[in-house]
């Protein structure tokens, strides 16, 4: 009986071990997606960046009339 | 025939005795493996469990991270759509600045000519009325004469 009840525990342990181990790969697929949405926010904050320095030297240029007199 | 026995009966008894011996061995032999099996089996049992508690450990902490990830990844999408909204009425703004202050110009060169005009209008009026007004203000500014 005593075996048997340690039998049951070996196999229980071990397909416990395999569900958390399915459930670990499926977590690391999880954080590799989150990586590559980090990745793209970077490069879309990249041409954020781009385009506020583009903007900015755009329109800081003002008329003749209206720079200030040094 | 009594030796004979006696020969037979040693020769029995030893063989019986090495088989004894010879089993008792095996016996305590096997009851050692069998003991050291359940040791090991209740080790692995242990190790087992205890891998199971850290991979469960392990992936609470996995998804916690993954779901501060994933809201992270939603307001950085939010604020970029938010700086991106705001770059586009920047922009829009900056272009109606600028024709704005195209027409202010424009507006400001023909106050500045129409001023200029008036200035100039109001300089030959004043010099006109000057020099229709010089002889009788140096005529009454003469003392009055005597006897006249």
Redesign the interface.
């Known amino acids: 009986m005593h075996l048997v009840a340690l039998y049951r525990r070996l196999v229980g342990t071990d397909t416990a071990t395999v569900v958390e181990e399915e459930r670990l790969s499926r977590n690391l697929k999880g954080m590799a997606l989150n990586n590559v949405e980090l990745e793209r926010l970077g490069a879309e904050l990249d041409e954020i960046l781009d385009e506020v320095d583009r903007t900015s030297s755009t329109n800081v240029s003002l008329p003749p009339e209206m720079k200030p007199h040094v | 025939m009594t030796l004979a026995a006696v020969t037979e009966a040693k020769s029995v008894t030893e063989t019986v005795a090495y088989i004894v011996v010879r089993d008792s061995v095996f016996g305590a032999l096997l009851v050692l493996a069998l003991t050291a099996l359940y040791l090991l089996?209740?080790q692995?049992?242990r190790i087992?469990?205890k891998?199971?508690t850290d991979?469960?450990k392990?992936?609470e902490r996995?998804?916690a991270?993954?779901d501060s990830?994933?809201r992270l990844?939603d307001k950085?999408?939010e604020a970029?759509q938010q700086?991106?909204s705001s770059?586009d009425t920047?922009?829009r703004v900056?272009e109606r600045q600028a024709e704005a202050?195209?027409g202010n110009?424009e507006v400001?060169r023909k106050v500045e000519g129409t001023l200029d005009s008036v200035i100039r209008e109001h300089a030959r009026t004043a010099a006109h009325v000057a020099g229709y007004r010089r002889p009788t203000l140096a005529v009454e500014s003469l003392p009055p004469k005597r006897g006249g």
């Open positions: 089996t209740v692995l049992l087992q469990e891998r199971v991979l469960q392990l992936n996995v998804e991270r993954e990830t994933r990844v950085m999408t970029f700086v991106k770059l920047l922009s900056g202050t195209d110009t400001l």
